[in-house]
């Protein structure tokens, strides 16, 4: 007979997987019958969809042996209602025929009712999974989770039980075990990740478990298969409403829970507000955050559907409180701050603060221009006060002017702070002896301090309405005590036109002996010496040791320079030699005459006659010479050693106009006039 029995893969689809997971051979056999139950010889026998067919033998007996990796593993696994002459074998149980010709073969050994047939399962039974599989209410087969072993693949064992099997007499052949067609075939299932969904391959009608995890399926005709197809389950994903947060709030957990008690992955669709770490949320931004629960399931459990929830994050209220500030008028205003606590992390605030406009003096509201979207700002103002300015002279002063270089100069005095509009500013000198102003010229008068006076019209803005400026006329400064002296140019050289006033005053008792410092004597008090300068023994005046007034240089410890001298003279000033005083002498007319152009004018502070004196040089000699000389002559010492205990001197009397060079002890306190090192 050329009869082919093809078996589908597919309904082998449980036993195969097993194999296939573990490397397992697959060992299928079986018998092909005739209605008389004789074997068939001759019929081939092959599995569907797969390359794995043979052929029975005489006595219509099959064997089929491959290795799993060979073969495909399809999900189904079916059990047909077999018809007269017919085979089936149902999860790898080698099933024979009866003498009854229509069923379903649940299971059978030819070593008889008492042995048990086991099949491994395809899928890991999850926690408190069970399967059982029974037959008009009497179970035949079950497993658990605790009949799982670590490595292994799961155990299910159909067992015989009544009433599926026919009673057997001792002694007899193994009989068939079958039910009939007309009954019912009954698969319970308590489990959380598997599912057996029973369809009716031969017309199409698919069936599911009723409301009882139980169904039933009455077979009505021998052309009937029953299919038991391994499905993965649903599940849901409940997640609870979210509350509104504010930003800058601190991260807090998210739960949420399936129903296959899977664990649930979280996600935020709006990243820009909120993100999402495992459970945990961050609050980034003002908004709606939306955050998305999904399960994407495993073998057992379909994907869920996502659940997402959706809450507002609202701005954080701060104060925005602003310093006060105060600025002088005319300045630039100061940076308007302030403080912001309250600020998230590194957040600032963008924009500005501003204040009302205008520069005179007064009060001047600060306003806020602040903002950042995640936050409600509340301000509390301040103000900005102007304060008076003092009036000053914003022109450059125009320095020290020798009237040497020219009697008169023109000029642009300038006032300020900025002079508001309308405000007029008036300038005048104050020392007309000295200088005069008039239309920005200022004419130079005599050795002294210019004072140029500016007054403005109307002076809210101010301190005062007047101010003062002041430059030397032929005038330097010492920079040891800032003492201001009057010079003049005769002929090449440049003569202070005054008497040096330097030191500390001592009396003659307790003489000029300290040679640390430099001393100095005057008529009375120091008052005096304001007016005629100091007195100066002559070793004091060269800023040598006292001894040198009774000894030669340089064995009493000093030495007269070979160029300028400087002495107790201002830095770039030095005591005239011999040979300086000749040349003042020569440019002035001589000796004879030189006296009276040298001498101040008038009897008040000359004795009288004050013979020939015009002080035409401006050199201003003055007649307190010495302390026992006062209004009769003027001496000045000179660089110039005559012996042990003189040195020269130049003197000039209120009888004569005569300039004559002395030699007088050094120990004579005499006055000191310097002479520019450059003139």
């Known amino acids: 007979m050329n009869i082919r029995h093809i078996l589908s893969a597919a309904s082998l689809g449980l036993a195969l997987a097993a194999h296939a997971a573990t490397g397992y051979e697959i ?6 019958v005739d209605a008389s139950g004789g074997g068939l010889a001759g019929v081939e026998v092959a599995i569907k969809d797969a390359d794995f067919k043979t052929t029975t ?33 149902l999860m790898g149980s080698k099933m024979e025929n009866s003498a009854l010709a229509r069923g379903v073969y649940i299971m059978r050994d030819a070593a008889g009712i008492s ?7 395809a899928k890991a039974l999850g926690d408190k999974d069970s399967l059982i599989v029974s037959f008009d209410g009497a179970e035949v087969g079950r497993v658990e989770q ?3 072993v670590a490595g292994a693949l799961p155990v299910m064992t159909l067992r015989a039980v009544n009433p599926l ?3 057997s007499t001792a002694g007899a052949a193994p009989r068939s075990f079958h039910r009939l067609v007309g009954q019912t075939v009954q698969v319970s299932y308590d489990y959380d990740a598997l599912l057996w969904r029973p369809t009716w391959l031969t017309v199409g009608e698919n069936k599911t478990a009723a409301a009882g995890n139980d169904f039933s399926i009455l077979l009505a005709n021998a052309t009937d298969a029953i299919s038991l197809e391994l499905m993965t389950r649903e599940q849901t994903i409940a997640f609870a409403a979210l509350s509104g947060k504010t930003y800058g709030e601190d991260d807090f957990a998210v739960s949420a829970t399936a129903s296959s008690a899977l664990g649930v992955f979280f996600a935020s669709n709006t990243e820009s507000v909120c993100t999402v770490s495992g459970a945990t949320v961050r609050i980034v931004h003002v908004g709606e955050c939306t955050l998305q629960a999904s399960q994407a399931g ?64 007064g009060s001047y509201a600060i306003t806020n221009a602040l903002t950042n979207a995640n936050y409600t700002v509340t301000f509390t103002g301040a103000n900005l006060s102007i304060t008076k300015a003092p009036l000053v002279f914003t022109s450059a002063n ?33 020392t007309t002896p000295v200088c005069t102003y008039a239309s920005g010229t200022v004419t130079l008068v005599s050795a002294g301090v210019c004072t140029i006076v500016a007054t403005i019209s109307a002076g809210a803005n101010y301190t005062t309405t007047t101010v003062a400026q002041t430059f030397g006329v032929d005038l330097f400064e010492d920079a040891r005590d800032h003492k201001q002296y009057k010079f003049v140019k005769i002929g090449a050289q440049k003569w202070m036109a005054e008497n040096l006033n330097v030191g500390t005053t001592v009396s003659i008792a307790v003489g000029q002996s300290n040679n640390s410092v430099i001393e100095r ?17 002559w070793a004091e005046a060269m800023a040598f040791p006292s001894a040198c007034n009774t000894a030669h240089t340089p064995a009493c410890g000093g030495t007269i320079s070979v160029g300028n001298h400087q002495g107790i003279c201002p830095t770039g000033w030095h005591i005239p030699k011999q040979a300086e005083w000749d040349a003042l002498a020569t440019e002035l007319g001589g000796r004879p005459v030189a006296g009276g152009k040298m001498k101040t004018t008038g009897i008040i502070d000359w004795d009288t006659p004050n013979t020939g004196a015009t002080n035409s040089s401006g050199f201003s000699a003055f007649p307190w010479g010495g302390l026992g000389f006062r209004n009769r002559f003027a001496f000045f010492w000179g660089a110039t050693e005559n012996s042990t205990t003189t040195a020269a001197d130049q003197s000039m009397g209120y009888s004569a106009e005569n300039l004559s060079t002395d030699y007088n002890l050094k120990t004579s306190d005499f006055s000191v006039r310097c002479l520019s090192d450059n003139p």
């Open 146 to 148: 605790a009949d799982l």
């Open 115 to 121: 042995n048990v047939e086991t099949r491994r399962l």
């Open 398 to 430: 125009p320095g020290t002017k020798l009237t040497a270089d020219g009697l008169s100069f023109t000029t642009t005095f300038s006032v300020g702070p900025t002079l508001a509009a309308g405000v007029t500013v008036a300038f005048a000198s104050i």
């Open 298 to 361: 495993n073998v057992n459990y379909n994907a869920a559907l996502n659940v997402t929830q959706s809450f507002t994050v609202a701005p954080k209220a701060i104060t925005v409180v602003a310093d006060a500030q105060t600025k002088v008028y005319g300045d630039p205003d100061p940076t308007l701050t302030y403080s912001a606590p309250g600020l998230v992390g590194s957040d600032v605030l963008t924009g500005d603060l501003s204040r009302e406009t205008g520069e005179d003096v």
């Open 27 to 32: 060992n299928l056999s079986g018998k092909v």
């Open 165 to 167: 099997l026919e009673p």
């Open 521 to 537: 004597y005057c008529y009375d008090d120091d008052v005096n010496c304001a007016t005629s300068g100091g007195f100066y023994l």
């Open 57 to 89: 033998d005489a006595s219509g007996n099959w064997s089929l042996v491959r290795e799993a990796a060979a073969l495909r593993a399809p999900r189904v696994v079916t059990g047909n209602a077999l018809g007269q002459g017919s085979v089936y074998n």
